[in-house]
């Protein structure tokens, strides 16, 4: 199985602040990254696939990068509905797994 | 745009057979470039991809559930269905159905999603 390591698992932020998030594949996943946003009671919400595609509606103040096993996402601006819990997800080879997940919580 | 609800039991008893059903709205579930699946994420814990199905009835599972699995397609009905046997408290989660989409041969991503079902695994 491919694992997927992301850090840091919980973070406190301000809002304005430059947020960057990571995940790391246990292999290489050539892009096949997908990060997806989870608010409490919700379904996640995808945000970005193949490592750097905005999905359709998601602004602009996210992106992601990265190629092989390391990845980032990055919140240029933190706004105050971006406080969720992040996660990353691999769609390389079965079975597809997730990262634990990193929580953005209010500073 | 796809919509999708899932249905069954929130409360199974241990060593029983969960059974949920997703159906599935607003597009067909016969369609190429799409797989149907399961994802489950236990109460505080990350999501697992538990297995899909194609809508010819092609299936592929994690492995560590494989031998308690099976997933199936309705066309005529335009839904799937989980089964799940002998489930302990450790399969205690919320369960959500989505649609694989692939945006290329050997990449997909979940933008739909199901609002989710909590089954609860106890006597």
């Known amino acids: 199985d491919i694992q997927m390591t992301q850090s840091p698992s919980s973070l406190s932020a301000s809002v304005g602040d430059r947020v960057t998030i990571t995940c790391r594949a246990s292999?290489?996943?050539?892009?096949?990254l997908n990060w997806y946003q989870q608010k409490p009671g919700k379904a996640p919400k995808l945000l970005i696939y193949?490592?750097?595609t905005l999905q359709s509606g998601v602004p602009s103040r996210f992106s992601g990068s990265g190629s092989g096993s390391d990845f980032t996402l990055i919140i240029s601006s933190l706004q105050p509905e971006d406080f969720a819990t992040y996660s990353c997800h691999q769609s390389h080879s079965a079975p597809f797994t997730f990262g634990q997940g990193t929580k953005l919580e209010m500073k | 745009q796809l919509q999708l609800q899932e249905s069954g039991p929130g409360l199974v008893k241990p060593s029983e057979t969960l059974s949920l059903t997703c159906i599935v709205s607003g597009g067909t579930i016969s369609i190429s470039n799409y797989y149907w699946g399961w994802i489950r994420q236990p109460p505080g814990k990350g999501l697992e991809w538990i297995g899909s199905i194609y809508y010819t009835g092609s299936t592929y599972y994690n492995p560590s559930l494989k031998s308690r699995v099976t997933i199936s397609i309705d066309t005529s009905k335009n839904q799937f269905s989980l089964k799940l046997t002998s489930v302990t408290a450790a399969d205690t989660a919320v369960y959500y159905c989505v649609p694989a989409y692939y945006y290329h041969s050997a990449a997909y991503y979940y933008d739909y999603w199901g609002q989710g079902i909590l089954v609860t695994v106890s006597s």
């Open positions: 193949a490592a750097s």
């Open positions: 292999q290489s996943i050539n892009t096949y």
